[in-house]
């Protein structure tokens, strides 16, 4: 089963993303360095290009970039996002990144589209992690009814999509839903890639910090279905 991604969704009119993309694309190019750039795509396995620029720096110029601009609304946090995904170098999708998990809370469950165009733009570990525990984690838990368009993602063809659906419940502590986590790990157990695999042994791992007795359980019930660095990586810290 795959997940129909929107065909757009449509980048919405939003003066105050016209602000920030001309500010971005001013002053992070300006910053950037082309051997850092070269470093970090062969770190990044190819999966875009850089520009070459430290997060640290990245972000003091995010600063910069955000200064005396207004509180976004819905329109303007996915206008910055899907243009920010749209430029091909990999530090405006850190920006995008950075700017919801900053205004998550101020973005309706109509956002859940969003989120799945970025989830699946040029994906993998740096932006489709934190896309999951910070922004989608953030929807679902404002509106638990979202919980159902989890139970589509983890059916996903597309690992990324999957993968969100694995981890979106990371940040929830105490307010997780283990019956709901459980089943999913279960679901992708059979599942030979990496990142699926470490996805249902993080996921066990993060909420192994609240719950470490159900956590042991269920490895211990189920270790003959789970992969071993699954295994490895929920029991980690018991």
Partial sequence: MTTAVPAGPAVPDSALADRVL???TEVYPAAGDPFRAQEMVAYMKGVAPFLG???PERRTLS???LDGTPRPDEADCA???L???ALPEREYHYFAVDYLRRHVKRCSSGFLP??????STDSWWDTVDLLAAHVVGGLVAADPALAAR???WIEDDDLWVARTALLHQLTYKGATDTERL???CLRRAGDTDFFLRKAIGWSLREYAKTGPDEVRAFVEENRARLAPLSVREALKHL
Wanted: with cysteine; net charge positive.
């Fill in 63 to 65: 600063r910069t970039v």
């Fill in 79 to 81: 206008a910055v996002a």
């Fill in 114 to 119: 969003v989120t799945l165009r970025l989830v």
């Fill in 53 to 55: 620029i430290r997060t």
């Fill in 150 to 152: 989890m139970d589509e």
């Fill in 83 to 85: 243009r920010c995904f």
């Fill in 182 to 184: 459980f089943a999913y």
């Fill in 22 to 24: 001309a500010r971005l």
